[in-house]
Every structure is written in C-alpha cells, then in structure tokens.
C-alpha cells in the first residue's frame, strides 16, 4: 500500500489556472500537469446541487445519497432551512489510516478512525468545528490562529475596489496560512497516514466574490473594482499553486491527486433564483406584488441597479419586503430544550448517536428574499423553495404538503402551467427567455414520493437581473449578489505517482475520484461508492462538436 495525497481545490475553475499557467504565474502547478495523467471531471447536474464536497466526502452521487440540495423543505410547516451533512465519510471504511484537514461535509463522528481538523476555515462547511484528537484543535489555533479571512469566506465586494482588494489579499494569506498548517498536520503531528485529505477553500469565495475582475463579457466589468478584483483573484490562484508546491515536495513518497469536482464561471442564478422566481409565483398566485422594487433600481443604466460601497444585498432586498420573514425558523423548539439539557447529559446523548448533533444543526434562510413568500406557500398552487443556485419550484400537492390544494389529478397540468409561466419571462436587457433548460425530478414517479430536499421544477437561468413577463409585467432588476458561480464546465484531476503515465486521459465523472483514491491505496472499492476508478484509463480525445453536445445532453 503506498501513500496517496489528495488535495482538493474547492470552487477552483481550470479556464482561469490555463490562462495563469500560460503566463508563467502557477509554476508547480504547470509542473504537476506535465507529469500527471490529466482527467477533465464532469459533475453533471450535481455540480448544481452545491453539495460537491459531500460528494466526495461520502463518495456517493446525489441519487445515491437521496440528497439533492442543501436546503430541506418540511411539507408539514411548510419550513425550508439548510442543513449540514448526516453522511458517512468514505474513509470510515478503510483500513488506510487517514488524516484530513478542513475537508467540508466530513463528519468525523461518523469516522472515529480518522484524525483531523474539519470546519476550521472551509467554505461552506457542512459540518461543525471539530478535530479528533479533540485537542488537536486548540494546538491548531495555538500555533496558527484561528482562519484569518473568515470575514471574507462569504464576502460581498464588487460595489467597493477597496473591499475587493481586501478580500483578494486576505484569502491569498489565509491560503499560505492553511498551506503552512496542513504541512504541519500532516509531516509533524500526525505524520502515520496512509492517505491524506486537504481542501483549499480560498478559491471558491474568490471566485464568488470577486469574478467579475477577470471575466471582460460581465456585467460588472466596467466597475472600478474589476481590477483589483481580478488581481486578488489571481492573487489566490499564486496562493493555491504555493501551496501545492508546499505539499507535494513535503511529501515526495505520495502519490499525488490534486482534484476540483467541477468548474466555475458567471453567476446566473442569484437574482432569478432568490427573488425574481418567488416573486412572479405571487403574482401568479395572488394578482399582486409582494415586494416593491426601489425607483433607483428601475431606472439604473444599463438595467444594472448599483449598491453602495458599505451596503449589504441582503439587508437592501430584505427592505423590499412590507412584513418580516415569520421567526418560527426550524429547529426553534429543539434548540430552546437544548438550552435548557444539562451539558452532561448532551454528550451522553451525543455518544449514543455516534455524532454530534450540531453537525447537523438547521441554519436560517430568513436573508434570502425567497423565504419571505413562506407566509404565502400554503394558499398558493406552487411557491418557489429558497435556493443557492437554480431555481426550485415546489407544487403544493394534496397529501404531501400538509395543507395542499393540488390533486394529484391536476399535477401534471399543473407543472406545465408553471414551466410555461416561467419560460414567458424574457431579458429585458436581451429579449430571451430567462429560461436555459427545465429539468422535472418527479418525471415517471409518483411526485407524492418526492424527498424533502427535492422539487418539482428546476430552472436553469441564462442569468437575468429582472423578468418581463407579458401579462404580470417587469419584475426587478435588482443587484448582482455574487458575481461568480458555479457554471464552468469541467473541473479537473491530475494523478502523479509511480506507475501512472502522464498525459491528457480526457472526460470522465466527478464522482470517479474517490474509487480512484481507493485504488492508488490497493484497497477495494466499499460497496455502494458511485464512481470507478480513473487508474488504467485509455486518453479519450472529444471533438469539440462531440463535447458541446455531450454537455448540452448532460445538463438536460
């Protein structure tokens, strides 16, 4: 058994590393492309389920894990909420000894074997802070503080150049900080691992923060931010080829996989998704607005509305609202008995479950605008579920939701009402449809079977700022929350170890890397993984006709 490093690079787009590869910025990355089998990974539509970490974490494929979103929906209150991670990671079945640092959605409770820090500084975590040693942690935050950008993990900046520039620089120190403590980790503290697990994180909040620097075809471009938003951006990438630089000469004897479970690129999903979806569902529903878009917005140039430099999103779209999102968030009751339960008695509690409860804590979505139609879900035929990424149409079915007003006979005339409702709504700054493609989970099921983190329509967005429909009229435009999102094509894996020849090895899944970590380690592939081993793969060359089609088939 030898040993295998797995670095992963969390939201990291390979379009952006080919250009800084290209201009000499990302030596040890160029280097470690040109001895590795390179695979492009495609994540396919889970790519838009925002849980790519828990897929590989888990090893297991949105239908496998019958989990296909982060947000649940309870169709007896007709509460929606974000939830972390109840799976099991991969290597709690390994006989590898493994070690992991800042992995997210790896719940070490679940794999008592493992050793490591998770939620130290990760990017949507999906677990809580924790290590095993439990004191592991402490020696952490001793020796290298605690995360020393965790106000830019989520950060909003394009309205300010001086925030862009503070983001850029921060995550790109945070990045050397993380390189410097894996290191430690791994070579020092706990130096006994088969295999070894990092995700860099910085990468992903750059990219969402700060996109509209590098992209000329944004929206966005034009800001004075720009250029300090594509200077802190690439900033991360010199960070991010440091500290594979940092880890692989650490570790000369492991075999190396440096992974990204899918691409980036524009965002085109938060505006449509979080306000502009729910709020043409009440006008369907009701004959009215629920929210009232400011004059300023309406009237910006170019059908841009702008935020001040010191302005919140959230705080500003949460303002169009009359009446305040209902405060009966879930896990309310759970956290007020909580309060009141001896310490002592949470961990024998704890301990019986084999986990912490708290890494599965509910998180509030009340500064989403699409949670402030809650109130109105159960009188409508079909509301919009709140969403990070396409937008989420729940029908209110009759014995499913709690208080439904739609037979059963009447869904499927029902749903196409609502896609063709939906794909009436032009651009008003293109005249397209808003509508990329429509995807219908519950077809050929029984939609009374639909789970609870799963909807009747999905919409993927050509990325609007405001809908014009022809009979409800103009919805928005409203801000630009993250300018990058999760729409790049491929993501990528580059394997570099004794036996493995290098050269471009062409498309395969996302979900192959796992059984492929499990293959360099000679251990046998644990039932129910989704994916196959990459090792022993013939190069597949695509024509590029042959590769648009593909994608196009793939995101249907």
Same mark, same amino acid.
């Given at each position: 058994?030898?040993?295998?490093?797995?670095?992963?690079?969390?939201?990291?787009?390979?379009?952006?590393?080919?250009?800084?590869?290209?201009?000499?910025?990302?030596?040890?990355?160029?280097?470690?492309?040109?001895?590795?089998?390179?695979?492009?990974?495609?994540?396919?539509? +889970?790519?838009?389920?925002?849980?790519?970490?828990?897929?590989?974490?888990?090893?297991?494929?949105?239908?496998?894990?019958?989990?296909f979103a982060a947000v649940r929906f309870?169709?007896?209150?007709? +509460? !929606?909420?974000? /939830?972390?991670?109840?799976?099991?990671?991969?290597?709690? @079945?390994?006989?590898?000894?493994?070690?992991?640092?800042?992995?997210?959605?790896?719940?070490?409770?679940?794999?008592?074997?493992? %050793?490591?820090?998770?939620?130290?500084?990760?990017?949507?975590?999906?677990?809580?802070?924790?290590?095993?040693?439990?004191?592991?942690?402490?020696?952490?935050?001793?020796?290298?503080?605690?995360?020393?950008?965790?106000?830019?993990?989520?950060?909003?900046?394009?309205?300010?150049?001086?925030?862009?520039? %503070?983001?850029?620089?921060?995550?790109?120190?945070?990045?050397?900080?993380? !390189?410097?403590?894996?290191?430690?980790?791994?070579?020092?503290?706990?130096?006994?691992?088969?295999?070894?697990?990092?995700?860099?994180?910085?990468? &992903?909040?750059?990219?969402?923060?700060?996109? &509209?620097?590098?992209?000329?075809?944004?929206?966005?471009?034009?800001?004075?931010?720009?250029?300090?938003?594509?200077?802190?951006?690439?900033?991360?990438?010199?960070?991010?080829?440091?500290?594979?630089?940092?880890?692989?000469?650490?570790?000369?004897? $492991?075999?190396?996989?440096?992974?990204?479970?899918?691409?980036?690129?524009?965002?085109?999903?938060?505006?449509?998704?979080?306000?502009?979806?729910?709020?043409?569902?009440? @006008?369907?529903?009701?004959?009215? $607005?629920?929210?009232?878009?400011?004059?300023?917005?309406?009237?910006?140039?170019?059908?841009?509305?702008?935020?001040?430099?010191?302005?919140?999103?959230?705080?500003?779209?949460?303002?169009?609202?009359?009446?305040?999102?209902?405060?009966?968030?879930?896990?309310?009751?759970?956290?007020?008995?909580?309060?009141? =339960?001896?310490?002592?008695?949470?961990?024998?509690?704890?301990?019986?479950?084999?986990?912490?409860?708290?890494?599965?804590?509910?998180?509030?979505?009340?500064?989403?605008?699409?949670?402030?139609?809650?109130?109105?879900?159960?009188?409508?035929?079909?509301?919009?579920?709140?969403?990070?990424?396409?937008?989420?149409?729940?029908?209110?079915?009759?014995?499913? /939701?709690?208080?439904?007003?739609?037979? =059963?006979?009447?869904?499927?005339?029902?749903?196409?009402?609502?896609?063709?409702?939906?794909?009436?709504?032009?651009?008003?700054?293109?005249?397209?449809?808003?509508?990329?493609?429509?995807?219908?989970?519950?077809?050929?099921?029984?939609?009374?079977?639909?789970?609870?983190?799963?909807?009747?329509?999905?919409?993927?967005?050509?990325?609007?700022?405001?809908?014009?429909?022809?009979?409800?009229?103009?919805?928005?435009?409203?801000?630009?929350?993250?300018?990058?999102?999760?729409?790049?094509?491929?993501?990528?894996?580059?394997?570099?170890?004794?036996?493995?020849?290098?050269?471009? @090895?062409?498309?395969?899944?996302?979900?192959?890397?796992?059984?492929?970590?499990?293959?360099?380690?000679? /251990?046998?592939?644990?039932?129910?993984?989704?994916?196959?081993?990459?090792?022993?793969?013939?190069?597949?060359?695509?024509h590029p006709a042959t590769d648009r089609?593909? $994608?196009?088939?793939?995101?249907?």
């Amino acid at each position: 058994m030898g040993r295998v490093l797995a670095i992963g690079l969390d939201g990291y787009e390979p379009s952006l590393e080919d250009a800084l590869v290209a201009a000499g910025e990302l030596p040890a990355i160029a280097k470690l492309r040109e001895a590795s089998a390179r695979f492009s990974l495609d994540h396919g539509s +889970a790519q838009r389920t925002g849980l790519a970490w828990e897929h590989f974490s888990s090893g297991l494929a949105p239908e496998d894990a019958r989990r296909f979103a982060a947000v649940r929906f309870d169709p007896r209150r007709y +509460a !929606a909420w974000q /939830e972390g991670t109840g799976l099991e990671p991969f290597p709690a @079945r390994l006989a590898a000894r493994t070690v992991v640092f800042d992995a997210p959605y790896f719940d070490l409770a679940r794999a008592p074997r493992v %050793r490591g820090v998770v939620g130290w500084g990760a990017h949507d975590p999906g677990v809580a802070t924790r290590s095993e040693p439990n004191e592991l942690l402490a020696e952490l935050d001793a020796r290298f503080g605690s995360y020393p950008a965790a106000e830019w993990i989520y950060g909003f900046a394009w309205p300010s150049a001086q925030r862009c520039a %503070r983001m850029g620089e921060a995550l790109a120190h945070a990045a050397d900080v993380r !390189a410097r403590a894996a290191r430690w980790l791994f070579a020092e503290r706990l130096p006994d691992w088969d295999l070894a697990i990092t995700v860099v994180s910085e990468p &992903h909040s750059a990219i969402e923060g700060l996109w &509209h620097g590098v992209d000329a075809s944004h929206p966005l471009h034009h800001l004075p931010s720009s250029a300090p938003a594509g200077e802190g951006l690439r900033a991360v990438y010199r960070a991010a080829d440091r500290l594979v630089a940092e880890l692989t000469g650490a570790f000369p004897d $492991a075999a190396v996989v440096v992974f990204s479970m899918g691409g980036m690129g524009a965002n085109r999903s938060d505006a449509a998704s979080m306000f502009l979806l729910p709020e043409l569902l009440h @006008r369907h529903a009701f004959g009215r $607005a629920c929210a009232s878009i400011p004059a300023e917005w309406t009237a910006a140039e170019r059908g841009l509305p702008m935020l001040g430099e010191g302005e919140s999103w959230s705080e500003r779209m949460i303002a169009l609202f009359a009446q305040p999102e209902p405060s009966d968030q879930p896990g309310a009751l759970r956290r007020a008995i909580a309060g009141a =339960v001896p310490e002592p008695v949470k961990g024998l509690v704890r301990r019986a479950l084999g986990r912490s409860e708290e890494d599965r804590r509910p998180l509030a979505l009340g500064w989403m605008p699409a949670s402030h139609y809650r109130a109105h879900w159960p009188a409508m035929r079909a509301f919009a579920l709140p969403s990070f990424y396409d937008g989420r149409v729940r029908v209110n079915l009759a014995g499913r /939701e709690s208080r439904g007003v739609v037979a =059963v006979s009447e869904y499927a005339a029902t749903v196409d009402a609502i896609e063709s409702l939906v794909s009436a709504c032009r651009d008003p700054d293109t005249g397209a449809s808003v509508v990329d493609f429509v995807e219908r989970p519950a077809h050929g099921r029984d939609p009374r079977e639909l789970g609870d983190t799963e909807a009747d329509l999905v919409f993927v967005w050509h990325g609007p700022l405001a809908f014009d429909h022809p009979a409800l009229g103009r919805i928005g435009p409203v801000p630009f929350r993250r300018t990058g999102g999760h729409t790049g094509r491929y993501g990528m894996a580059y394997l570099r170890g004794a036996g493995i020849a290098a050269g471009d @090895r062409g498309v395969c899944s996302s979900f192959d890397v796992v059984p492929t970590l499990l293959d360099l380690l000679g /251990e046998l592939p644990a039932s129910g993984l989704s994916g196959a081993t990459l090792l022993g793969r013939a190069p597949i060359a695509l024509h590029p006709a042959t590769d648009r089609q593909i $994608a196009r088939e793939s995101a249907r």
